[in-house]
């Protein structure tokens, strides 16, 4: 842990966008955020990493960083299949909403879900992560 507050065992990125990943990635490294990052390129490739890793939390991120607009299973329904997850997941994995739509009725919908903690407009600055840091998480 820094002076900047807390370091994170492992995040996840969950966007289909490439670009957007690579950048959030390297603020993510170049920051210190977390000891390890975990990209997915889809909702679907999300939760199976969940599914996979539910029974050892070491393995399971801190923060979900989720886009909302992807293709197949988007932020959305990603939410909806991790209600179902079991508590020890819901509670380890802290969801933070990581996206570029400015669609007020999309972000209402998203922000009133019990497991999103935040919302960051795109893209991810150290200042995004800073707040993050200093959160009581």
């Not at 801190?62 to 909302?68: E, H, Q, R, T």
């Not at 994995?93 to 972000?107: G, P, W």
């Given at each position: 842990?820094?002076?900047?507050?807390r370091k994170f065992d492992l995040v996840m990125l969950v966007d289909d966008?490439?670009?957007?990943?690579?950048?959030?990635?390297?603020?993510?490294?170049?920051?210190?955020?977390?000891?390890?990052?975990?990209?997915?390129?889809?909702?679907?490739?999300?939760?199976?990493?969940?599914?996979?890793?539910?029974?050892?939390?070491?393995?399971?991120?801190?923060?979900?960083?989720?886009?909302?607009?992807?293709?197949?299973?988007?932020?959305?329904?990603?939410?909806?299949?991790?209600?179902?997850?079991?508590?020890?997941?819901?509670t380890r994995c802290k969801v933070i909403i990581l996206s570029s739509s400015?669609?007020?009725?999309?972000?209402?919908?998203?922000?009133?879900?019990?497991?999103?903690?935040?919302?960051i407009t795109k893209p991810l600055t150290e200042a995004a992560l800073d707040?993050?840091?200093?959160?009581?998480?």
């Amino acid at each position: 842990m820094d002076s900047k507050g807390r370091k994170f065992d492992l995040v996840m990125l969950v966007d289909d966008n490439d670009t957007d990943n690579f950048i959030s990635k390297r603020i993510i490294e170049i920051t210190r955020f977390a000891d390890q990052v975990e990209v997915k390129n889809s909702g679907k490739a999300a939760l199976d990493y969940l599914a996979e890793n539910q029974n050892t939390p070491e393995t399971l991120p801190n923060i979900i960083f989720l886009d909302i607009n992807m293709p197949v299973v988007d932020g959305f329904v990603f939410l909806y299949e991790f209600e179902k997850f079991k508590e020890l997941v819901k509670t380890r994995c802290k969801v933070i909403i990581l996206s570029s739509s400015d669609n007020k009725r999309d972000i209402d919908k998203i922000v009133n879900n019990n497991y999103v903690i935040k919302f960051i407009t795109k893209p991810l600055t150290e200042a995004a992560l800073d707040e993050i840091r200093t959160a009581n998480l």
